[in-house]
Structure formats: structure tokens, C-alpha cells
């Protein structure tokens, strides 16, 4: 039998292949909200009858009240770890920088609700959830109106979890569906052009013959499968669990290796886990989180809790020992109200209302938690949690360096 494919092996087909463009890079989940928006405030500028938007029935109620509540696990990380547990390790190896996105719709749902019961106008609060939660790579994607549903089958109030995890050009995402969801998934891409092929016994979906080909005449912005650029899609449909890739070697290895290391055995991701659920993250459901892995085998996380009307904002830092985080810990405490961040030329205190929480959460690897609360804006359907936005865009943009300085 052939050996696969390395990292290497693959990552070099598809630099060959890959096309960059600027919406697939990192971005706020804050900045998927101002995409909405824009659009939301057109349709009502213009006088677009009401009718355009999504209106909620009856029956779209009950199903949203139906989805099960990923408060009810015994740990908010417990939805993040089960989709790490189909991402193999060695598909991101430890000595490069590669991120990971992670959203939950049902844990922001509580949240939108309230939100919606106050907005100006009528829209569906599946529509609103699914863009707060959208990783970079399915930030195109088109929801307001059906057009999900008339691509793939599925509409935004079927998609409970979705997790990328990304070293560009290799990326995987690992969806989680609503009861039932996965099989008119499957007819919807088959009657978009997908075909299906037994690879080892199991049936995979695939488009384009070539691993990371694109192919634009195959654009459709309502396919998050890589729609914004026809680029190839291999998936697997396993009950209500969805695999992706661009490659088949990627999403082969998702599928196929049982008992091989995954990232939800990573030490590293084991310590931030730690810390999204110890006591001092506070209350509230995990709706996303972004996290970069770094070469140098440190990591930080931002987590975005929703609580019904409550929010936080976690800010969570690596350190390799108790020792580590302890020190972090103070210089966080200390550099909070006298340091400035270099893009905005302000101390951090100000870029915030209220002072934050911070503590150290033990281990080898420990981790630090900063956390600031919040409340839900009832009168803004657009607004996410600001304050796990402000927190990214710090991540982002490398802003970090005076608020850790020891």
C-alpha cells in the first residue's frame, strides 16, 4: 500500500494551486456582522418590502427553540475537543503557526433572541447566528434570503457547530448538524453538481477532478464548500458530522484514521480547553473562539461566552508552567491601566468598560485568562459581543506586546 501523503507533499500541491484572496484571511467576527448589516440597512433604506427578509414562522420558532443547548455539557469546550477529535495531528505539525475557528449557533441563539424581540425589522434569528459564528473562509457566504438553502439543501438554522482549522493553503472544517440535517444535505450538493464515489467503503461528495483546483464558472455564494471560487470540495457525510477538505488526502485522513492522534489530545489546545472552563472564565455558553498555535509552542485564544442578556470576552495566553503563568498573570494586572497599545496610542483600560478578571489556570501547560463582562445591546439585532471583538482585533494585529511585557 502507498505511504500517504506528508504535510509537506500535500501542502505543496496546493500552494501550486492556491488562489489568495483577501477574504480568506483572518478577520473579527465582528467585521461578519458589519457584512449583514450593510445589507439589512439597504434593503430597509431602500424600500425593499419587508418581505424580502426571511421571515420567522411558526414552525422555524419551534425548531430553533428545539436545539439542544450545548450549556447542558459537562464543559463549554466539550463541542470544541469532540470536533478536534476528527482533525489527525499530523496534519498541522507542531513547529508551524496555524489557527483554528470555532462557533457554536446554539449557545448565541439565547442572545439574538432577545435582540430580535427588539428589532426594527423581522428576520430570522438562525440567519444572525450563523453569521456571528462564520470562520474566515465562509465569510462570503450568502444566508439572508434562501440562498443557502437553494445551493446545498440546508439552511442556516441546521448548522449547530462548525470548526476550521487552518495553515493556508491546507484547511479543514468539521461541521455538526441538526438532527436528520445531513441527509438533504447530501441530495442538495448532489443535485448541485456533486458527485459520489465509495473511497474505502465510504461514500464521499466531491467537485473538481484536481486537489485545490478552482474553477469559477462552479461559483455559487450560497455553498460555503468553497463556493466563493468553485474550489474543489471532497466531504464525507457521516450521520449529522460533515468532514471538508479541497484535497483529498485532508479530508481521507479525517475520515479514516482511527486511534490516530487528533488535536484534541494536543497538550497545548488540552491547556486552553482547561481554561475555558475553569471558574474564573465565568458564566455563559462557548459561541466562538479563535486561537493561533504558534511555532514557538505558544497559544492564545479569544472565546466569545453568551449567557442569554450576559457576555464576556476571554482573552487566554499559554505559559509553559505555573511559574510562567503567575508571572504573566501580574504583568497582565499591572500593564492594563499604564500600558499602551501601539495601534491605538491608548491604554488598554480605555479601549474597555469595566476592569477585567484575571487568573491563572495551573497545569504544564498553564494558561492565564483575562476576562471582561458585558451585557447584550437589546436594541442592536447587529451588535455580536464587542468585547471579544476588541480583543481579536488586538490578537490580529499583534497588539499585544506592552500588555504582557513583564
Request: charge should be negative.
Amino acid at each position: 500500500m502507498a505511504e500517504p501523503e506528508t504535510q509537506q507533499d500535500i501542502r505543496a500541491r496546493g500552494l501550486y494551486k492556491f488562489v489568495a484572496m483577501k477574504r480568506s484571511q483572518p478577520y473579527t467576527f465582528h467585521a461578519v456582522l458589519v457584512d449583514v448589516d450593510h445589507r439589512l440597512r439597504l434593503l430597509l433604506s431602500i424600500g425593499i418590502p419587508m418581505r424580502v427578509l426571511k421571515l420567522v414562522s411558526l414552525a422555524s420558532a419551534v425548531m430553533l427553540g428545539s436545539l439542544a443547548s450545548p450549556a447542558q455539557s459537562e464543559n463549554r469546550s466539550d463541542a470544541f475537543f469532540a470536533a478536534l477529535s476528527h482533525v489527525p495531528a499530523r496534519l498541522f505539525e507542531a513547529e508551524e503557526t496555524w489557527q483554528i475557528e470555532f462557533g457554536d449557533t446554539r449557545a448565541v441563539l439565547p442572545s439574538v433572541q432577545l435582540q430580535v424581540e427588539s428589532a426594527p425589522f423581522v428576520v430570522d434569528p438562525s440567519v444572525v447566528a450563523l453569521a456571528r459564528i462564520l470562520p474566515g473562509r465562509m465569510r462570503f457566504l450568502e444566508i439572508l434570503d434562501g440562498e443557502m438553502d437553494a445551493a446545498i439543501g440546508i439552511g442556516p438554522a441546521d448548522i449547530e457547530t462548525i470548526l476550521t482549522v487552518s495553515h493556508l493553503p491546507l484547511s479543514v472544517d468539521v461541521l455538526s448538524l441538526r438532527a436528520g440535517a445531513g441527509g438533504r444535505l447530501e441530495q442538495g450538493l448532489l443535485g448541485a453538481g456533486f458527485d459520489r464515489d465509495l473511497r474505502g467503503e465510504r461514500p464521499f461528495l466531491w467537485r473538481g477532478a484536481a486537489d485545490f483546483g478552482v474553477d469559477f464558472a462552479s461559483r455559487d455564494l450560497g455553498n460555503p464548500f468553497g463556493g466563493d471560487l468553485g474550489r474543489s470540495a471532497r466531504l464525507l457525510i457521516a450521520g449529522d458530522r460533515v468532514l471538508h477538505a479541497a484535497a483529498w488526502p485532508l479530508t481521507e485522513a479525517m475520515a479514516g484514521e482511527d486511534g490516530a492522534t487528533s488535536l484534541a489530545q494536543d497538550p497545548l489546545l488540552q491547556a486552553m480547553g482547561r481554561a475555558l472552563n475553569d471558574a474564573g472564565a465565568g458564566q455563559g455558553a462557548l459561541s466562538f473562539a479563535f486561537l493561533f498555535r504558534h511555532a514557538d509552542g505558544s497559544a492564545v485564544m479569544v472565546a466569545d461566552l453568551s449567557d442569554g442578556a450576559a457576555l464576556s470576552g476571554l482573552l487566554i495566553l499559554s505559559a509553559p508552567d505555573n511559574t510562567g503563568a503567575e508571572t504573566l498573570a501580574a504583568a497582565l494586572t499591572r500593564n492594563w491601566t499604564v500600558a499602551e497599545s501601539l495601534a491605538r496610542r491608548a491604554p488598554y483600560a480605555a479601549m474597555f468598560d469595566g476592569a477585567p478578571v484575571i487568573s491563572v489556570v495551573a497545569g504544564s501547560p498553564a494558561a492565564v485568562v483575562l476576562r471582561i463582562d458585558g451585557r447584550v445591546d437589546p436594541a442592536d439585532l447587529l451588535l455580536g459581543n464587542p468585547v471579544a471583538a476588541r480583543l481579536l482585533q488586538l490578537v490580529l494585529a499583534d497588539d499585544l506586546g506592552p500588555l504582557v511585557a513583564p
